[in-house]
């Protein structure tokens, strides 16, 4: 009866072991199934920080080019700035210079316009002065025609009286060879 009660302990402390050990079968599967999440949640964890890690990489290497790229525009920045300030000078002396020139073309244009006016002042003068001179010609043709036709009568007149005076001469002596005879003047 002790070797009964030995057994039945035995079998009952067996009964107990198996219970514990499928207990502990349970709780090692549980163990091994948490084991393998949490190494599934830790290598998403690992994967996550790796393309954090590469993301976070990227973003200090496009941070650095952003920099870069920002210090070369602010150079450029500053180097347009310059060229716009001497720019702007060379087209506020340019700007003088044609206020300059306006002006001078102006000045130009006023005498032009003045030189303009007297000159068709001397032509409507040298106008006159030509009619001037053609009724001048005119009259002094017209004189020189006068004075030719004088000067024709003058030299017929001139050949009248010298014809007639040596007419007179031929008869003189045989006038006064007559009046000597008849005691006559040959001048009545």
């Not at 009952?12 to 999440?37: F, H």
């Not at 602010?74 to 044609?98: A, G, M, P, T, V």
């Not at 043709?141 to 009286?161: P, V």
Request: net charge positive.
């Amino acid at each position: 009866s002790k070797a009964k009660n030995h057994l039945q302990e035995l079998t009952t402390q067996s009964e107990q072991l198996k219970t514990e050990a499928e207990k502990v079968k349970k709780e090692l599967d549980t163990a091994d199934a948490q084991k393998r999440e949490a190494e599934k949640a830790n290598e998403k964890i690992r994967l996550k920080y790796l393309s954090s890690k590469v993301s976070n990489e990227e973003e200090l290497s496009k941070k650095k080019q952003d920099e870069e790229e920002l210090s070369k525009l602010r150079k450029l920045k500053k180097s347009l700035e310059k060229e716009k300030e001497k720019c702007d000078k060379e087209h506020e002396k340019y700007k003088n210079e044609l206020s300059i020139v306006t002006n001078e073309r102006i000045q130009l244009e006023q005498q032009a316009k003045s030189y303009s006016e007297k000159l068709e002042n001397v032509t409507a003068e040298r106008k006159a002065l030509e009619l001037e001179y053609a009724h001048n010609q005119e009259v002094a043709n017209q004189y020189n025609e006068d004075i030719t036709k004088l000067k024709e009568e003058f030299d017929k007149m001139k050949k009248m009286i010298t014809n007639t005076f040596e007419d007179e001469l031929k008869t003189t002596p045989s006038m006064i060879a007559s009046a000597k005879k008849g005691g006559k003047s040959p001048h009545k």
